[in-house]
């Protein structure tokens, strides 16, 4: 049986991961997590899907702490905790997503991760979503490397 999280969301894209299917790492959130995602969806990637019209392909979302250790993410991410998904519309550039969602929607942390002007599909959107409503920052961040080839956030304002 599948799970939906929303009309166009199944727990199985939230949770998928190649390098936990490569490693044998499990990757099962616990029934706290899954009402975390369900609200991601609900509130964030589902009207993304229905304001664009388009497939939203979900690269990263719930990661397990063994998963976390094993890609080299903080067990406090927001991923850990059912609350975030990286995701792209192929075809759509990932800074008109971003911008929509800025504009449009609540969310704790908005992430345009490794975008770039000159190749608009590149990189991908991070988002995240805080059950307590309250808690939503409405956080909107670009991620770029450095010239040491660090990652760096910068606040965006406005749009990108």
Not at 9 to 35: M, V, W, Y
Not at 96 to 121: M, R
């Amino acid at each position: 049986v599948i799970m939906q999280l929303s009309k166009n969301f199944s727990l199985i894209e939230l949770t998928k991961s190649q390098t936990a299917e490569r490693k044998g790492i499990p990757n099962d959130p616990s029934a706290d997590h899954i009402e975390n995602l369900k609200l991601l969806c609900e509130r964030v990637l589902q009207p993304v899907r229905d304001h664009f019209n388009h497939v939203v392909s979900i690269s990263s979302g719930y990661r397990s702490p063994e998963l976390c250790i094993a890609i080299g993410s903080s067990l406090e991410s927001q991923h850990a905790k059912g609350m975030a998904a990286d995701f792209e519309i192929f075809g759509t550039p990932n800074n008109e997503i971003a911008n929509w969602i800025k504009n449009n929607l609540i969310f704790d942390q908005l992430i345009l991760e490794y975008w770039n002007s000159d190749e608009p599909n590149s990189g991908w959107v991070h988002v995240s979503y805080d059950p307590d409503f309250n808690q939503n920052r409405k956080s909107y961040l670009r991620a770029y490397k450095d010239e040491s080839n660090k990652t760096q956030y910068s606040p965006i304002t406005g749009e990108i």
